[in-house]
């Protein structure tokens, strides 16, 4: 029996370490999914929450000054329009360009700017039409919206 | 032929549920000629399922763009292999492959197990038909590959199609899926035959036994996968990274996890006949994660960095997982008094709980990692609310716990089963806790700040040791009786047990890979702005952008950096980073140059033209330390794995706790 016990017990202190470092992970990394409108509507004391924001990418608004690339986001129905400041050290996915659905992780700073750490295009790894769209004509590779 | 390929589908459909009825009627009444005839299903299962790969295929290779499949993955001026690959480029088309393989697997196991396993075998074909059904289903009504576009008024033929993402045109993605499915669908062998042991309430070692191959098998392939995933996502996507927690990628590591825990907690049960319940679980677990891995990247349930299509396929997986797991507690269930342990842990010092712990924290790594990956789906259903964690939530959790599994594999062989004196570790572990002294004292001393880095490269030291040792100690004795070098002794040993040190080799390519994956916590990286003909720098390298030069093929339009490094003032080459924009889809990608070498990466992507000034480019540099040694600590791991499955010289009768090695002949009690 004690040697069960003592299993019992270092079996706790090692879930019980995992579960604290996970707990802490969650806080550190949690972000919150939102619309464009959503952020615009948050009120001030939100500010400054991670936050993850999926948009269109408004065409010809991609503007790269020194490292920093600036863009415009917005809602396809709408025309709610983000700006964000992109300033992240990975390079931005090839997908990302005019048109693509893009998804900003980061912050709105108080003046209405998004300033993104990382930004993710839709389809790196696989196209797929809508089901039952596998229209003849427009076969161009447009990103599927359908996941989020 | 399109007809043909939908007629075959169907047909399989059909022969597959047949093959299910007839195997569960046939075991259930003892009737072997309905067993029989499910046999025969499973093949034709197999011969319809190749043609109606082989008429997709065909289609693919040759361009033949009435089909909407291949106008949507594929367009002529492609190489034949990525044509080839289109196969599994989309959903239609890799869940044709699934079926397919599962459809081979299945007429494998019955092939050569045409005379063993009487009683067993109408269950194991009942699962493996089930689940083939269950496959043949979406590929029929759900996901149809044959679908032909319309032509007539109005609408535009295809001229050319849309070509396969160019992302997905490189060498090691065209392997990818290939072996990650081997993988997936694989480990369906063990579990039939599990549940098939345990419906008949066979002796509880026999489904090991056989299906001890298998696991290792598909475990290795599941590995393969994974790491040509890796390694395409290092030298494709442009970041210079390797992992990043995307829920896809979590999917394809979720089974492996448990897997490998698997393939580690069933010695207990050959070796002691302990935990058979446990190893039960496993095995259902291990299957079923493989199917909600493929449900996971299908359905749209969590977005993630590669996008899919939100169908119909969701529920359906739902409906397989409800289905399959009910059937499966049940039955375990029911059968606890059957799957009781023959041994009691003795102490906490000792093989058994080793392998306890090994299973304890790869377990809590997998519920970590699907909690992570389902925290979206579960936040909002919770609290209305999406919320997702990032890489820092996976890494917190995931480190620690892949120190104490490094751990764990220097000290799980060298302690004995049963109980283990402190007097007998110390002796195990003097030389391996030395070297690990000695490292981490080596690397303070060269100003290595890092916690985690100097653990891992530690326990690296330690575990390297612990096996450097074993292979040693062997062979020097079988060294001294044959008058042979220690090298050749070091083969004859691992081939007396292949088991036992191919084991060992595999623990050695963990470590090597630990290694690389240290590596990263000294990256370092810069984007710069660069005229052409000027110098900037990077880590100990000079790096001079020289000319950009461009040109077009059929595929794509390129546009190239030519860049000059030096380290210490010499020339050490030129290194070309590319942007490529592929004709068929116009989307732009980025070709990166590394210089790979033992003790670093250099790593360029050339991000693009300057907008402000175009005499300059914009080149993204990294170093990543290290990184080759992922890389071959996998070759190492592939290598041990195919050890183990080539048979022992010298059968081990492996009675129940029998003890081999160095270190486990301590006297048995005798009773």
Redesign the interface.
Known sequence: MKTYIRFGLLVAAILGTLAWLAASGIRESKTYYKTISELKSMPPSEAGKRVRVTGDVVPGSIRREGTAVHFQICEKDRGTVLHVVYTGKDPLPDTFRDDAQAMADGRLAPDGTFHASSIAAKCPSKYEAAPGKAAPKPLNPAPSRSSL | METLGAFSLLLALALAAYAFLASVIGGWKQKPFLVASARRAVYGVFILLTAASAILVSALLSSDFRY??V??RSNRAMPALYKFAAWW???EGSLLLWSWMLSLYSAIVVWTNKTKHRTLMPWVIAVLAFTQTFFCTLNTFVEPPF?M???GRG????VD??GL????QYWLMALHPPALYLGFVGFVVPFAFAFASLLTRQPGEAWIATTRRWSLITWGFLSIGIMLGQGWAYAV???GGYWAWDP?ENASLLPWITGTAFLHSVMMQEKKGMMKVWNMVLVSATFFLAIFGTFLTRS?VV??????????LGAWFVGFLAIGLSVTTFLILRRLDFLRSEAQ????LSRE?SF??NN??LL?SCF?VL?GTL??VLTEWWMG?????????????NI??GL?LLFLTGVGPLIAWRRSSWESLKRAFRWPALAMALTMAALLAFGVRHLYALMSFGLCAFVAATVIMEFYKGARAIAARNQMNLLRAAVELTHRNTRRYGGYLVHMGIVLMFIGYTGSAFNK?T?E?VKIGSHFRIGAYELQVKEVTDGSNPNYAWQRAVVAVYRGGQYLGDLKPERRVYAA??????EVAIRRRLNEDLYL?F??M??SDPEAA?I?AYVFPLVSWIWIGFYVLLFGTIVCLIPSKVKYAYAKTQVVGVYEREPEPVP
């Not at chain 2, 977005?303 to 119909?312: D, E, I, L, N, P």
Request: aromatic share 10%; hydrophobic share 45%.
């Open positions: 909407a499949y106008a949507e480029g989309g959903q679908q576009l319309a032509v609408v535009t033929s295809v199609g849309n993402n160019p992302l997905l996507l442009g970041w896809v749209g977005s993630s960095v590669h996008a899919f299509a939100q169908s119909s842990l003795e102490s906490v709980a306890l712990f304890l924290l809590a970590a909690w925290f979206p609310e999406k919320i997702t964690v990032g890489p820092p939530f996976f890494n917190k959790v620690p716990i104490a990286d984007t702005e889809s116009q989307q732009p990608t980025s992507n991000a693009s300057s907008q914009v993204q």
